[in-house]
Every structure is written in C-alpha cells, then in structure tokens.
C-alpha cells in the first residue's frame, strides 16, 4: 500500500494531437500512473483509444499505464491492450458475459485486474471476484465523457468499499474517476479512496500541470478507532 495517494492524469482530457509530449509533460509533473479512458462507441456513447495508440504511448514513459475500458464484449481485446503495454486492466462487470473469466484471462496475461464499478452499480459485485481484484475503480459520474460534475452519492460507496478491501486483507487500490478536482478529492480521501483519477483538473485546471497534480493530494487521514 502507497503511503500517498495516487494521482492517475486522464489522458482523455489531454491534447489528441500531441499525446506522446502531454505524457511525458504528467510524468515530469509528477503523476503517479497514467489513466487511459478506452471507449467504443457502444458501452458508452464516445469513441477514443485502441491498442495501437496505446503501443505508441508506452516507450513515453515508465509510469504505470492504468487502463480503463469501456467496451463491450471486452474479452477479445483484453490480450491486444496487454500487449500494448496495460499494466492495470480494468474492466466494468456487464461488458462480458463471464466477470470472473474475464478477470481470469487479465492476469493469465500478465496486468493487474481491476472491477469498475458505475455510479449505479451495488459495491457487493466484488465480493465474488475480491481475491482476484488489484484494483477497484469507483466511478463518480457515468461513463463516457469527461469533465462531469461528481455525484456525492458515491462517497458512501467508496467507504463501503474501502472496508472491504480492508477485510479483504488484500492491498487493492481503491481508485475514483469523474469530477475529482482540488474539492472533492479531499472528500474520496477522507472516504478511503488511495488513487484518484483526473483529467479536466489536471489538463484544463487553473495551474501548471504539477500545481495542479499537487492541488489534489491532501494527507490521508489516521485510522479511525474502532
Ligand atoms: C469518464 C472517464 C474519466 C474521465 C474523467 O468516462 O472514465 O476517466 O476522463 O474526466 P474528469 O476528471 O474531467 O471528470
Ligand atoms: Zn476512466
């Protein structure tokens, strides 16, 4: 377990035109992995980055390539973002047929598993798969786009989670991705989360991008007495 939180920069926020020198600009500036949004057209009404572009990324930086897809049926494409380089797959639980299967065949390649789960989906989908998980990934605006306002709600969601993966005895990342900016990535750590994904307040925010990367870390509170 990290003793900072992870701060994971959304490339889908980023300069398409110059992708190679926008993460070598986050790695400088201090991010801790790199967040690549995958989108098809279908699972969610966007299109964005494949395998190929994800190859042509990877010799950019050594940082952790934490990628997020968002396609459906995932399991075909699962080896060719592997290979591209994923370090962390994560997956949303209705884009196959088989969650565990395809849990299966993301550590079979060698990444890091991780379960997404939407801002309307129940956190008790990872007590069957919690000892294959890496990663969860809590979603705090639906999927699709970014620069999205957050959705509160899911502050209980992720402390639920966060005590889960305690019990788990696991060292999971609890992740949040949607609307994290300066203000409300104060509230996902105080709730438990350890990595934050964001793009707008990291590529479109007020300050350098390293200013902006620091405004989101704040200290992680001390256990909470039981
Ligand atoms: C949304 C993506 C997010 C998105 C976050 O489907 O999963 O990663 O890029 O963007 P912001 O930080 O602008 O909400
Ligand atoms: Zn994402």
């Known amino acids: 377990m990290s003793d900072k939180t992870l701060i994971s920069p959304s490339i889908l926020s980023a300069d398409f035109a110059d992708l190679g020198a926008e993460i070598r600009a986050i790695d400088a500036a201090g991010a801790d992995m790199i967040h690549i949004d995958v989108m098809d ?28 897809l968002m396609i459906a049926p995932v399991d ?3 080896g060719a973002f592997i290979d591209a380089g994923a370090d962390i797959v994560s997956v949303h639980p209705d884009s196959g047929p088989h969650l565990h299967r395809t849990l299966q065949a993301i550590k079979a390649g060698g990444a890091k598993a991780g379960l997404v789960l939407n801002p309307g989906t129940h956190p008790n ?11 969860i990934l809590v979603m705090s605006v639906n999927p699709g786009f970014g620069g999205q306002s957050f959705i509160m709600s899911q502050l209980d969601k992720i402390t639920t989670l966060a005590e889960k993966i305690k019990h788990s005895g696991r060292d999971i990342i609890l992740e949040v991705d949607g609307g994290v900016n300066p203000i409300t990535s104060k509230q996902c ?9 964001a793009g707008s307040a990291v590529f479109k925010g007020k300050g350098s991008y390293a ?16």
Request: no cysteine; charged share 20%; proline share 13%.
């Open 125 to 135: 989908v990872v007590d069957p798969v919690i000892d294959q998980l890496d990663m």
């Open 211 to 226: 200013d902006n990367i620091a405004a989101l870390r704040h200290p992680i509170p001390a256990p909470r007495a039981v």
């Open 76 to 78: 075909p494409l699962i």
């Open 41 to 68: 057209g279908h699972y969610v009404p966007n299109l964005t980055i494949g395998p190929m572009v994800v190859k042509a990324l990877k010799p950019h930086t050594k940082k952790p390539f934490d990628v997020h």
């Open 189 to 197: 750590i105080d709730a438990g989360a350890t990595a934050l994904v």
